[in-house]
């Protein structure tokens, strides 16, 4: 971890919080690693500029220049706004092996990253649209 990862704030709050302050959707993606169906999302198809934010904290993730039509159903990114605001840890559920991204001052769940993206990163965050909330510019 950078030093300027480890002075980030972190977002702590319980359960009962987190319930209360999130949609059932959000909270079961967020904190439940949930995923939404393809193509449900509320920003698959979005265009609008401007700043993708946790869900859970507002910490600033993605922008809107990033993000490009992916085809796979979720909204894909190239990469994160800023690469610290953003964790990633091995996930081997349902019977593969993907690399999680996690919100890194929440920890909320967001999606996954894969190695088959366009420029300039060749990377895609496949990111659901219930971790996220655009603030428009």
């Keep these: 971890m950078s030093d300027r990862a480890a002075k980030m704030r972190k977002t702590e709050k319980s359960d009962a919080e987190w319930r209360n302050e999130l949609t059932p959707m959000q909270y079961a993606v967020l904190r439940e690693k949930a995923t939404e169906r393809p193509f449900s999302g509320e920003y698959e198809f979005t265009t609008t500029p401007g700043t993708y934010v946790c869900a859970g904290c507002g ?79």
């Design 59 to 137: 910490q600033p993730l993605f922008a809107s220049e990033a993000k490009f039509d992916s085809g796979c159903g979720w909204p894909s990114f190239t990469q994160p706004v800023v690469d610290d605001h953003v964790a990633e840890e091995t996930d081997t559920s349902h019977g593969m092996t993907r690399t999680e991204v996690l919100c890194s001052s929440c920890s909320g769940h967001l999606g996954h990253v894969f190695p088959d993206g366009p420029g300039p990163t060749g990377l895609r965050y496949c990111i659901n649209s219930a971790a996220l909330k655009l603030l428009p510019k």
